[in-house]
């Protein structure tokens, strides 16, 4: 039986985003610096943004890292969809970092087993733990984080293929009570909608962005029923969003939307990137 690395070797540096640690810093700097943030006001407790390669989406990921440049947090919460078809509904890692070609982040082991039992004693399933996953969609966050944050934090990575109202609510909650009291931030990771033509696509994002700009999870999960909009980590924005309710905020902001096609010139066939921030201003 092979050996467990302790450390999850990337999955995708050098294809999806920079493999080299100096050019991967300079084009996350340059997303981040590029990004022309509205005045924020609050303590900003969570962050949405897009998980295509950096080429496609980094610019529009840099607006939502923008709003955490230079913060401390201890603990970030990494949610995103898994795009694999593992027959687990929530997963994190069986290792105890990842790594990327800007160095290596610790997973806080603690907050993943607090999370693991307050997620089987309200669902009776809990996280479960994969090793040398191929999922991008964390990942993909990961050195925007690295360049954002100046200081050391832990990791607690959630992976999504349950995509259900009621287990998702339950799964945001259950975070709101894990990182309650910590100095944590949350991101969700999520593109929006998938391979329509332009003009589709920003009438499907809108309707999405509308309802996370409405603060209203419930919201996601009706607009997607109707076929009104589309985001495949619909999941992670609603646990998310349902766990910064649970901490207190109470506004969101759309930073930007964008689709590939302003980044390749073909508006045929685009996927949709939001970005966004949950404030707390009372």
């Known amino acids: 039986m092979p050996v467990l690395s302790e450390v999850r070797p990337s999955a995708i540096a050098g294809t999806w985003y920079e493999g080299g640690a100096e050019a991967l810093a300079f ?7 590029e990004a022309r943030l509205p005045e924020l006001e609050g303590e900003v407790i969570a962050i949405i943004a897009p998980h295509a390669g950096h080429h ?4 529009v990921a840099g607006y939502a890292f923008a709003a955490i440049k230079d913060s401390s947090p201890d603990v970030v919460a990494v949610l995103s969809p898994m795009h694999h078809l593992y027959p687990f509904p929530l997963l994190t890692t069986a290792h ?16 993943v087993d607090s999370l693991d039992v307050k997620l089987k004693e309200r669902l009776r399933y809990g996280l479960s ?36 109202r009621d287990a998702v609510r339950q799964l945001g909650e259950a975070l709101a009570e894990t990182i309650a009291g910590k100095k ?14 332009q003009a589709t696509a920003e009438k499907l994002d809108a309707a999405m962005l509308a309802q996370v700009e409405g603060f209203s999870p419930d919201g996601l999960f ?16 609603a646990a998310v969003l349902w766990a910064a309710k649970s901490l207190g905020a109470d506004r ?9 096609g302003d980044v390749t010139g073909d508006y045929q066939r685009v996927v949709g990137y939001g970005a966004a921030v949950v404030l707390k201003t009372r």
């Open 56 to 59: 496609y989406s980094g610019g």
């Open 129 to 164: 733990p994969v090793a040398n996953d191929p999922e991008h969609s964390l990942e993909i966050e990961l050195p925007f984080l690295q360049r954002a944050i100046p200081g050391r934090f832990s990791l607690l990575p959630v992976m999504l293929r349950q995509q259900g």
């Open 222 to 237: 009706d607009v997607e029923a109707g076929g009104l909009g589309e985001a495949c980590g619909l999941g992670a924005i």
């Open 96 to 111: 105890s970092a990842y790594e990327t070609p800007l160095g290596e982040i610790l997973v806080n082991g603690l907050l």
């Open 252 to 260: 969101v902001r759309v930073l930007k939307h964008a689709t590939s």
């Open 184 to 197: 944590a931030l949350m991101v969700a990771s999520s593109d929006l909608s998938h391979f329509y033509n």
């Open 27 to 33: 084009s996350v700097d340059r997303y981040i610096s």
